[in-house]
């Protein structure tokens, strides 16, 4: 298990979790060996339905029986890097089986774990540490905001990159941004054979979705005043 960041640059595993469970689209709900994808309804994301409880709470869901059920969740990147797949995130419990053929409903689910995969590791995060993680502000835009960037501004990927450290190499083939939260932005650096990722923190933490643009233009003045001799680089 990794440790959590002390200097706050980037997401602690709880927050990810948290943010995706806030703001996936779609989820697949495993249980009995049947499985079934569940998407997006309204605004609350796939998870706004449903509540998770500590099994200590005594907390159900109304008559009826509950069963064991795995929610499995995926992080893709928005934009057309290589290997989009970011993160797995499954939670496990108990849930009550009329939520398994009707989605509609709010209901409690009894929580059990949650594991969080990605290229670092896997991390187990608790109800406690969810609970307690704030969701990313920007966690909902964050795919219309990384796709504007590279489509209707794509000569600031360029720049950003005066600011990565250790400095890309001339292999460089292409740069990408990759995610972006509330601590920053990171770019994906692809070569002839694989990749590198660099993270590009903002000077202070994004608290609400208004001030993601002034995070992300303090980014691109920094890198104005920096120099960068490669051939690829603004």
Not at 23 to 43: F, K, P
Request: glycine content about 6%.
């Amino acid at each position: 298990m990794r440790p959590f960041s002390p200097h706050h640059t980037q997401p602690s595993p709880a927050e990810r979790v948290r943010s995706l469970l806030a703001s996936a689209h779609s989820m697949t709900v495993v249980t009995d060996g049947h499985r079934r994808d569940v998407h997006l309804q309204d605004e609350t994301g796939v998870m706004g339905h449903m509540h998770l409880h500590d099994p200590a709470e005594g907390v159900h869901g109304g008559p009826g029986p509950r069963i064991p059920v795995r929610l499995e969740l995926t992080d893709i990147a928005p934009t057309a890097v290589r290997e989009r797949l970011r993160a797995r995130v499954t939670v496990t419990g108990l849930l009550g089986a009329d939520y398994v053929h009707d989605a509609t409903e709010s209901t409690c689910m009894e929580f059990g774990q949650a594991l969080l995969e990605d290229a670092e590791g896997r991390t187990y995060v608790t109800l406690d540490e969810i609970v307690a993680a704030d969701p990313d502000p920007i966690a909902s835009s964050e795919a219309a905001m990384l796709t504007h960037l590279v489509d209707s501004h794509a000569e600031l990927v360029p720049l950003l990159l005066r600011l990565v450290r250790p400095r890309p190499d001339r292999r460089l083939v292409r740069a990408l941004p990759v995610a972006l939260d509330r601590y920053g932005i990171t770019l994906r650096m692809e070569y002839p054979v694989g990749h590198r990722d660099a993270r590009l923190p903002f000077p202070t933490p994004v608290t609400g979705i208004g001030d993601a643009s002034p995070r992300i233009h303090a980014l691109l003045a920094a890198a104005r005043r920096s120099s960068h001799p490669n051939g690829l680089l603004t």
